[in-house]
């Protein structure tokens, strides 16, 4: 079974423009959470999808946003870049039931200069 | 505020050493207590993970040792080999949500 893709694997932006991230999760799976993994701040949930539906939001700005297709596959969005915003956005998907466990995908590596 | 608090940092073990890792954890809500471990370069991947029902827990060589009344988990890798060298985090959540509590995380290096 194949696991959780991320595309694109690296991707550097400029301040001030907005990048799109792709999460397949792994079939059968069909809730997508999203997480932000710096050095100084650790792992941090974004949100979390199911059934094309934001069902939990952590404490970022209204500039990061998500959604999800009837496929289950995920997008995040994050305008107006800034600096701060470097950071590896990881996947995970998981099935919908209590304690299933996450699997993560290997990130997208975002450099904003 | 952090919810999950982790140490130590970093750790040097040799090879066939015991690593240990200790976390703790302010909301008594939380009752799923995953463990992750991450590779340079990869995602973090679930090594084991414990309920509170339960004082122990152990898979292989890990083990994780929960403590409810004092909110504190740790995770014990025995016979610790040069391939057990990564970063290990512990978390936590509330059964059915998916948003998870991540602790610092711990950088484990076993010397061959």
């Known amino acids: 079974k194949a696991g959780v893709t991320q595309t694109p694997r690296y991707l550097i932006k400029t301040r001030g423009q907005q990048v799109t991230l792709s999460c397949s999760p792994i079939s059968g799976h069909r809730s997508v959470s999203w997480y932000q993994q710096t050095p100084g701040q650790g792992l941090q949930f974004l949100f979390e999808y199911f059934s094309e539906t934001q069902r939990n939001k952590g404490n970022f700005p209204g500039r990061f946003s998500g959604r999800q297709f009837s496929n289950s596959r995920s997008e995040m969005n994050v305008s107006t870049l800034e600096l701060g915003d470097s950071a590896l956005y990881l996947c995970?998907?998981?099935?919908?039931?209590?304690?299933?466990?996450?699997?993560f995908g290997n990130g997208t590596r975002l450099t904003v200069t | 505020q952090q919810q999950v608090k982790q140490s130590p940092q970093s750790l040097i073990v040799q090879k066939g050493g015991i690593s240990i890792i200790n976390c703790a954890y302010e909301n008594t809500a939380f009752d799923y207590f995953p463990w992750y471990q991450q590779f340079p370069g990869k995602g973090p991947a679930l090594l084991i993970a414990?309920?509170?029902?339960?004082s122990e827990k152990k898979e292989g060589r890990f083990t994780i040792s929960f403590n409810k009344s004092a909110k504190q988990f740790s995770l014990h890798i025995m016979d610790s080999q040069p391939g057990d060298s990564a970063t290990y985090f512990c978390a936590a959540t509330l059964g059915g949500d998916y948003k998870l509590s991540f602790g610092a995380g711990t950088t484990v290096t076993v010397r061959a």
């Open positions: 995970a998907s998981s099935l919908v039931q209590d304690n299933s466990p996450l699997h």
């Open positions: 414990i309920r509170p029902d339960v």
